[in-house]
């Protein structure tokens, strides 16, 4: 396959060479991947901008929780988009819902006004959303460029019936498999799903640099320890960008 998408959600400056060097062709950038993703900082932006060669797309999140953000929040993201879209970005990854699990179209409207110009990705809000087909012809009319999406599933491949669906119905719009994706599940989606584009993390853990350990003190989530680091592998990113030349 020539004309596929690998990109690589990175949190890090050392993830994202690395997924250049597996040969992800894009970057999501952003901080904080082990709760999903956040907004990154634009030293982190700028740093990756002067190491990496492929596109980077800007994950806007202002905060760990839902996506029905308010007027506050929806500025943040906004100056955000301006912000980034002025240092040179791709795109941006943005996503809002209302209280009843439908797209904010009037929010999403002033959003899309501040990216034009750039791409824009709908993130997996899509995922939570009530109706994914409803939400998919919103994002036709809206100018969205690409769908991160599980199939509204945990795991792409649990999903794989929707993304079916969403693929042969997406038009203009680029279906973007996320959520479990790896060189092992990809042969077995593109079958399912036909789709041409993938998103991974590739990540493996590595033990902290750190010799002096402190017992009992936690900096972060419960359960998330402070001495495990996770980065890209260039070796898994590599293995699914090989499968996808071959398809």
Do not use: W
């Not at 993830?15 to 992800?24: C, D, L, Q, T, V």
């Not at 110009?117 to 460029?145: C, M, S, W």
């Not at 584009?197 to 936690?218: A, C, D, F, W």
């Amino acid at each position: 396959m020539n004309n596929y998408v690998l990109e690589c959600c990175a949190d890090s400056v050392q993830s994202a060479i690395n997924a250049e060097k597996g040969g992800a062709n894009r970057i999501e950038l952003c901080s904080a991947l082990v709760i999903g993703g956040l907004s990154p900082s634009v030293c982190l932006f700028d740093e990756v901008m002067k190491n990496c060669s492929i596109k980077v797309n800007v994950l806007l999140r202002p905060r760990f929780g839902d996506f029905c953000y308010d007027d506050y929040e929806i500025e943040i993201i906004k100056n955000e988009i301006k912000m980034f879209r002025e240092r040179g970005a791709n795109g941006v990854v943005i996503g809002v819902l209302k209280p009843d699990g439908t797209l904010d179209m009037e929010k999403m409207k002033y959003l899309m006004e501040e990216a034009k110009g750039i791409d824009v990705t709908l993130h997996r809000a899509f995922d939570v959303a009530k109706d994914p087909y409803k939400t998919l012809e919103q994002a036709k009319e809206l100018g969205i460029n690409t769908i991160l999406t599980s199939g509204q599933k945990n795991s792409a491949m649990d999903g794989a019936e929707l993304l079916k669906d969403l693929v042969s119905k997406s038009e203009n719009v680029d279906i973007l498999v996320g959520s479990g994706v790896s060189a092992e599940v990809i042969k077995p989606l593109y079958d399912m799903t036909k789709a041409t584009s993938y998103h991974m993390s590739g990540k493996v853990t590595l033990e902290s640099r750190m010799t002096y350990r402190k017992e009992g003190v936690s900096m972060g989530a419960a359960g998330v320890s402070e001495f495990e680091i996770f980065e890209t592998s260039v070796e898994k990113v590599k293995a699914a960008s090989e499968l996808l030349k071959a398809l």
